[in-house]
């Protein structure tokens, strides 16, 4: 074994031999070099010898940190390693395990706990230092709690080189055991006294960051915060603690009018742009209430504006951004810059400047800015021609359209941004079409043109960015037919047989369209042909044509649908609509019999199609053709199955003439909930999953998928009675699922709430003269109802719910989830702050001290109430609780906030006065 | 917070990656790849800022600069001033350069564990503990001679001690 080891150790090849030959190698073989030396360093990493230990251990790390190799499987090796007597060695230890240790999956940290304790004692500065930035990158709670002792010791060390690396440390203990708090917070608060810059920028430093979290547990640190921002020269500490007074202001607002002031006096002073920077985007950010503060600011940026350093630029939109959202005119003051900044070479500055310019937009300039912009984005490349297509659409549907007046401009700029040659952002533009076209009933008419329009081109048939929109178009070209004036047209360019390279989904839309086309025809044609016989017109032997194949069909009908009388023809709204369509397009029992041919024949080959959706309503068609075919061929006709076929067909028009339309959100809520079904709990990981996704448009309302089936008519009685004896009020589950509809299937997907029967859609359905706006405005006003509405049967709901999960939790669970892991951390500062203030800064203010031990007093009082309550909750339960402080804390911290948000105040009135 | 330092050469082949909060192998190799498409698609003269949402999360700003055939890549977060964070890099770059005299790639590639210990000296656990290279310097040079001194009783020799 030793002469193995020695061999090895003799014609180990060192880290930089190893490198060599990985420069040298020719380009593919690497894997296999790399694979070589892996199978040695498996052998040496073995060795007993620390120096070949650790040689094996760097190239390990070497390959692990630049070449992605996994050495989890050697992490006993470094925490081997790491006792060795060399601090060369325990470097290579203390690198590998930083780099490669997962803190919460590695289980040999423990085993390091022994030998980062003896070097966190040690005399050797450099050891400490290196333990301490070990200790930064594996710890977790258990090595945390563990060493804690030590790093208190360290936060008073006289050698303030690894006092500061203790500072910094710190803040992973906290968040990993937020008990060292009551431990260490003392001495961290002392050090904000510290002269020392490195100390001072250290504390402070780490105050910003746990002021990130919760910024209202350090309130009562603010008289130290201020003297340092206003003593303070070094720049690095004046940005975190601008940091951390931006982050204070809102919390406390009488902070505003003290703190201003000096940073003002740091923003005419200074020469650094950092920190000039930091206090503008301080003033615009925290106080932008204070007039002479804003104007100071606004001419900085100004400045920064027109610098040619195109990170001052960049940095300047963003605060500009920030600004803007309570004061406009500062964009408006800067808007030239603006908007020549869209031309920057710079894509960051452009898209800066893209955001600035759409926050500009408003009902009066919306047309001007958009019309501009989409010039613009023609001349621009693809990726920011998407961007600002992207943007116009965010914009103008903000709010249901609020910004909107003219929806017939909207439509038709809809239908420009489409046709972009690169627009990528085709399911956004498919899905506001439908969206508008359900919810501003005035502008279907536009909306049907302009679907129209984009369905019946050829050209746009190969390009698959645009096959969503297209999609849309044609549903709205089934969903609105009377509004169409050339259903035969249309009909055809449903059925065209380019559409097979569409995906399936848009395909099955083609589909089931053409049959809404299709019935609509043959409802027409019935209700004609009841008053009058059929007449044979002069142009009904040329659409009969229709059944020939492909071009000839697409020629032949070309002729026949006289184009003129597309244009002459106004269309006749709502009741009217459907006799006006039909005499407008001739239905003579020839030019439906060409019809029905046509779309036999395009429909056949696809009843064996293997994607089911198309397969299935394929059949569908092709039923209703052979149902009707016979009716209309055959001579001799039979009265009594006319009738039957006839009222089928009625049947069918009518289900399809059913309007849709948004509902509210809240008309899941009316939904059923079976027993023993638990939505809870599944939708809250579902939540998890989806909570960073972002949904393009406000979301109060969901749309309601069409309900195609006829079953849907039979079961809308029923659920009417079960919408009223429904008392299950599930909100998470209104919302994932208004959010799942947003992103999913608008028209597409199949309706399982059978309860929103037409009588419950909002009165936005009703029918009536209203003008767009005024609509958007009711759909506003019904999403607040709406929400106050919510709110009662939540309250009643929520008890049941608490009961069957147990636990005793009174408050949401979801916030109690999102809160807990901060709340540990900010109760345990809270607690040791607030009586910490009188011991360590007593001769600063006794009021802030008196304030303390009052709130340390009603924090008392506070612990009194809730073990009150504990003794109602059973026995068991309280045991635990009792058991758990974790867990007793986060309620505590939740239930003593609002009080100590007010007791905070008094706490730094010296500051304040 | 500094979140991730990164140095790569204008190939993409990294040649420093440091994460401080822990990330597996395969999403470091992903994330140094995302970030290397971003910045090679850059011009010159252009800003030195980058949104990093897409690949960090929400909050993430990332800043980079370009110093002869290397990228040096700052992840950070909203508790960190950007222009502060470009300083910091001048930090680092002035550092290596002192401690290498006149550094260039080959020197960060030969040198793993040095560079590792001069960052280390910089920033701790995602915090900035010093800003003056000259400190840093004087920290890597105690280090280097402490390690030194240690290695040359026993190690000259590979094997010996036994």
């Known amino acids: 074994m030793a002469g193995i080891s020695l061999i090895d150790s003799l014609f180990q090849s060192s880290l930089d031999v190893v490198i060599k030959s990985l420069r040298l190698c020719p380009p593919g073989a690497e894997p296999t070099l790399i694979a070589k030396s892996l199978e040695e360093i498996r052998r040496e990493i073995k060795s007993t010898d620390p120096q070949t230990k650790s040689v094996a251990l760097e190239k390990l790390a070497y390959f692990h940190s630049l070449h992605g190799i996994d050495m989890s499987w050697a992490a006993f090796h470094s925490v081997e390693l790491s006792s060795a007597a060399s601090h060369s060695h325990k470097r290579i230890a203390c690198l590998s395990a930083a780099l490669s240790f997962n803190p919460s999956t590695t289980d040999v940290i423990l085993l390091l706990t022994h030998q980062l304790r003896k070097d966190l004692s040690s005399s050797n500065v ?17 090595l945390s709690r563990d060493l804690t002792p030590e790093l208190f010791t360290l936060l008073g060390s006289s050698r303030f080189f690894v006092r500061k690396k203790a500072i910094a440390v710190v803040l992973r203990v906290f968040e990993q055991y937020p008990d060292a708090v009551r431990v260490c917070f003392k001495r961290v608060v002392e050090n904000l006294e510290s002269t020392d810059m490195g100390i001072l920028s250290a504390v402070v430093g780490l105050f910003c960051e746990l002021s990130a979290k919760d910024p209202r547990s350090y309130l009562p640190l603010a008289p130290e915060f201020y003297k340092i921002l206003v003593d303070c020269r070094n720049n690095w500490v004046l940005i975190k603690i601008l940091k951390i007074f931006t982050r204070l202001a809102p919390v406390e607002p009488r902070l505003g009018k003290k703190v201003v002031e000096p940073i003002c006096e740091h923003l005419l002073r200074t020469g650094a742009k950092s920190l000039a920077y930091e206090c503008v985007r301080a003033i615009v950010t925290s106080f932008d209430d204070c007039d002479s503060a804003m104007k100071l600011a606004v001419e900085k940026l100004r400045e920064f504006l027109f610098d040619d350093d195109p990170n001052l630029k960049f940095l300047a939109l963003q605060a500009l ?4 959202e309570k004061h406009m005119w500062v964009v408006i003051e800067n808007q030239e810059m603006v908007v020549r900044a869209m031309n920057d070479e710079d894509i960051n500055i452009k898209l ?21 912009l989409i010039g613009h984005a023609r001349k621009s490349d693809p990726y920011f021609c998407n961007e600002i297509v992207g943007f116009i659409l965010q914009t103008c549907s903000r709010n249901f359209y609020e910004v909107i007046f003219d929806f017939d401009w909207y439509l038709s700029f809809l239908g420009e941004m489409a046709r972009l040659p690169h627009c990528e952002k085709g399911g956004d533009i498919a899905t506001q079409l439908v969206d508008i076209g359900m919810r501003v009933k005035d502008a279907r008419n536009e909306l049907v043109r302009v679907a129209r329009d984009l369905v019946i081109d050829p050209a746009l048939l190969g390009n698959p960015l645009i096959h969503g929109v297209l999609g849309a178009c044609a549903w709205i070209s089934g969903e609105y037919i009377k509004f169409s004036k050339n259903p035969f047209e249309l009909m055809e360019a449903l059925l065209q047989p380019r559409t097979n390279f569409f995906p399936p989904a848009v395909r099955s839309v083609y589909i089931q369209s053409a049959f809404k086309v299709l019935a609509s025809c043959l409802h027409s044609y019935i209700e004609l042909s009841g008053n009058a016989v059929p007449q044979h017109s002069e142009l009904s032997e040329s659409v009969s044509n229709l059944n020939l194949q492909d071009d000839s069909v697409r020629a032949s009908s070309e002729i026949s649908y006289d184009s003129e009388t597309d244009n002459e023809k106004t269309f006749i709204p709502d009741v009217q609509a459907a006799s006006g369509f039909s005499r407008g397009c001739n239905m003579t029992k020839d030019s439906i019999l060409g019809l029905l041919n046509f779309v036999e024949v395009n429909l056949r080959p696809l009843a064996a199609s293997d994607e089911v959706e198309v397969q299935e309503r394929a059949s569908n068609v092709l039923g209703v053709v052979e149902l009707v075919k016979p009716r209309l061929t055959d001579d001799q006709s039979n009265e009594t199955q006319d009738r039957k076929t006839f009222e089928i067909i009625e049947l069918i028009s009518d289900l399809f003439s059913e309007e849709l339309g948004p509902v509210s959100l809240n008309a899941q809520e009316r939904v059923w909930l079976p027993d023993g079904l638990v939505l809870k709990k599944d939708l809250n990981d579902l939540e998890e999953i989806c909570g960073d996704i972002n949904f393009p448009l406000p979301t109060s309302f969901s749309l309601v998928p069409p309900r195609i089936l006829e079953k849907d008519i039979a079961s809308s009685s029923i659920s009417e009675n079960q919408s009223m004896e429904a008392s299950e009020y599930v909100s998470e589950s209104t919302s994932l699922l208004a959010k799942h509809r947003k992103r999913y299937g608008l028209y597409y997907l199949h309706s399982d709430d059978k309860e929103t029967g037409p009588e419950e859609y909002p009165p936005a359905e009703e029918p009536r003269d209203k003008n767009a706006t005024e609509e958007a405005d009711d759909f506003v006003k019904l999403a607040e109802q709406s929400l106050v509405v919510k709110k009662l049967p939540n309250k009643v709901k929520a008890r049941p719910v608490v009961v069957k999960l147990d636990e005793g939790e009174k408050s949401d669970i979801g916030t109690e989830k999102l809160k807990a892991s901060s ?43 809730t073990s009150g309550k504990d003794t109602q909750v059973d026995g068991k339960n309280r045991k635990k609780r009792e058991s758990q ?3 007793h804390k986060p309620q505590q911290g939740t239930e003593g906030e609002p009080t100590i948000g007010a007791q905070s105040s008094p706490t730094i009135p010296d500051l304040l006065l | 917070m500094i979140r991730g330092v990164i140095i790569m050469n204008d190939k993409g082949k990294p040649r420093l990656v440091k994460f401080y909060e822990f990330q597996p192998v395969e999403k470091q190799q992903e994330l ?43 992840i950070f977060d909203a508790s960190e001033n950007e222009l502060a964070v470009l300083d910091l890099m001048q930090v680092l770059v002035e550092t290596l350069d002192k401690c ?7 020197d960060v590639v030969f040198n793993f564990k040095k560079v590792h210990t001069i960052l280390d000296e910089i920033i701790l656990g995602g915090q900035v503990i010093e800003t003056s290279s000259t400190e840093v310097v004087k920290a890597v040079e105690e280090i280097s001679k402490l390690e030194n001194k240690s290695n040359s009783i026993i190690s000259s020799i590979p094997g010996w001690q036994r």
């Open chain 1, 126 to 142: 450099h050891d400490v230092s290196l333990a301490l930035s070990t200790l930064s990158s594996i710890c977790n709670p258990d």
């Open chain 1, 321 to 324: 951004a920030i600004a803007a």
């Open chain 1, 352 to 372: 800066e400047a893209l955001r600035l310019v759409m926050s500009m937009v408003s009902e009066d300039n919306v047309m001007q800015i958009c019309t501009v």
């Open chain 1, 823 to 865: 709340d540990l951390l900010s109760g345990a500062v809270q607690e040791v702050l607030l009586g910490n203030v009188a011991s360590t800064s007593s001769s600063k203010s006794k009021s802030s001290a008196s304030a303390g031990k009052e709130h340390r007093h009603h924090g008392k009082h506070k612990k009194h109430q």
């Open chain 1, 885 to 887: 402080r974790h867990k």
């Open chain 2, 32 to 74: 140094i790849r995302s970030i290397y498409k971003i910045l090679c698609s850059r011009a010159d003269n252009v800003s030195n800022f980058v949104k990093a949402d897409s690949i960090f999360g929400p909050d993430a700003r990332l800043v980079y600069k370009t110093f002869a055939t290397l990228y040096f890549v700052f």
């Open chain 2, 100 to 106: 290498f005299s006149n550094v260039c790639e080959l």
